[in-house]
């Protein structure tokens, strides 16, 4: 067969989950269509239809509108937004043909509607050509994988990552993770640095140092770093309300050169503060080296304006880019982030070094990636940084993590302080 060619759709074998809560309606359904030779699975309520569409990936569903409980619409809905199941056809079937019902089936996803009591022959007509449609549909995809690939291969450029990227993108799939940023004296976090993860479906997790790239190189960094701000920004402010022990908490968040360059950030950025309740001195936002190079004439602008609000400005990976001193000082900075690769390969005359100069320009050091005790004593030496970062004190973790941690930190100073006064 030609590479072009669109082989034809065979549904043998294909496998329904019928959702009713009518039990003889069930058995109709199933009794029905198992004399098709389609493999079929049954569930008498939306949660449980749920469950089995995870669990078993049906190539189409039945779905009853009136159950108890959970609706047709409403488990529509939640399949559509699971990116596990939202390709799943769904066809529902339902007693009441009024328009405005057919009209809601619709635009919550469904592909197409039957009117109870059904006609068997009517129901298996619909199920045959959904059935078709879903099984083209999945070997043109495989096609266009493949043919990705190739063309990948030949171009370097990754059309699938693109695609899912773009597709997360427009679904706000991301989670941020939080790694803390302590106090090195006393260990006690002060801050936290929001990191964005990714998992998808088919492709599992996809580091931020693959995908950040593609997404400035496409432009969905604008849209994807609006989220992140407007995130990191909105957590922060439930935290600062939830421990009330912790009232100054900052955030710090990473922005790529090509947001600086964006008219709207400035204006994007205040909002999300204001929005979350938080003051402009609790947000930290870390750009690298080269973002203060490339281009240096706008940059320096967005920046002063930033800064005048009091948001704090740290360069990212200090010491592996070629930033002349004179320019660093020419930037509104306050904060240099060590590169962890220093800390990792225990070059301390350079660490020794970065933080005399930090020093001299009044600016803050923290150093990342101290994964050991020694590495953090051998920082305290230089009796020049403040906070650090790194899995010596933890790792990225998700929001309820977070919050364990903080808890827990919460529980062991108060313990600390109660031993003192004994
Ligand atoms: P980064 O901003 O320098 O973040 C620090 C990275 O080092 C994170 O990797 C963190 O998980 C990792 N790390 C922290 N402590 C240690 C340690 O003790 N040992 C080791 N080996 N690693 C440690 P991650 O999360 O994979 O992020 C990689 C980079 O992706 C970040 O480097 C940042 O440049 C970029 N990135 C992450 N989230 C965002 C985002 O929301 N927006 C943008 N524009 N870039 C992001
Ligand atoms: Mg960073
Ligand atoms: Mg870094």
């Not at 469950?51 to 509108?65: F, G, N, R, T, W």
């Amino acid at each position: 067969m030609n590479s072009n060619q669109v082989p034809t759709a065979s549904i043998q074998d294909s496998s329904i989950l019928v959702v009713d809560d009518t039990p003889n309606n069930l058995y109709l359904l199933t009794q029905t269509l198992e004399r098709q030779s389609y493999q079929v699975r049954t569930a008498i309520s939306g949660r449980m239809a749920l469950s089995m569409a995870e669990m078993y990936l049906p190539d189409l569903i039945l779905l009853d509108i009136r159950m108890p409980g959970m609706d047709g619409y409403e488990v529509c809905t939640k399949l559509k937004e699971n990116p596990i199941t939202w390709e799943i056809p769904v066809l529902f079937i339902s007693a009441s043909g009024d328009v405005a019902g057919k009209v809601t089936a619709f635009s919550v996803g469904g592909v197409d509607y039957i009117n109870k009591p059904f006609e068997l022959i009517e129901v298996l007509a619909r199920v045959e050509t959904h059935l078709k449609m879903r099984s083209l549909q999945k070997q043109l995809q495989a096609q266009n994988i493949s043919l990705q690939k190739e063309i990948s291969e030949i171009s370097g450029f990754n059309h699938q990552l693109c695609d899912a990227l773009r597709l997360n993108v427009q679904r706000q799939g991301f989670e941020l993770y939080y790694q803390p940023i302590v106090n090195l004296l006393t260990e006690r976090v002060e801050g936290f640095e929001a990191l964005i993860r990714w998992y998808d479906p088919k492709l599992g997790f996809i580091s931020p140092i693959e995908f950040i790239p593609l997404a400035e190189s496409t432009g969905l960094i604008l849209p994807l770093g609006e989220w992140v701000i407007a995130e990191a920004t909105k957590q922060l402010g439930i935290w600062v309300r939830k421990f009330t022990h912790l009232p100054n908490l900052t955030i710090n968040i990473n922005v790529s050169a090509k947001q600086l360059s964006d008219p709207n950030l400035v204006d994007y950025v205040c909002q999300s503060i204001r929005d979350a309740n938080l003051s402009f001195s609790q947000v930290r936002l870390e750009i690298t080296e080269s973002a203060v190079i490339e281009n240096q004439e706008n940059v320096i602008k967005v920046l002063e304006l930033l800064t005048s609000l009091g948001i704090k400005i740290c360069i990212d990976d200090f010491g592996i880019g070629y930033s002349s001193l004179r320019r660093l000082h020419d930037f509104p900075i306050s904060i240099l982030k060590i590169d962890q690769s220093f800390i990792r390969n225990g070059e301390w005359v350079i660490v020794n070094a970065i933080c005399q100069l930090a020093k001299a320009l009044k600016m803050e050091v923290v150093p990342e990636g101290i994964e050991t005790k020694e590495q953090l004593e051998k920082i305290l030496e230089t009796e020049a940084c403040d906070r650090g970062q790194g899995y010596h004190f933890a790792k990225p973790m998700p929001v309820l993590a977070t919050e364990a941690y903080i808890e827990k930190a919460r529980k062991r100073d108060s313990q600390k302080a109660e031993n003192n006064n004994v």
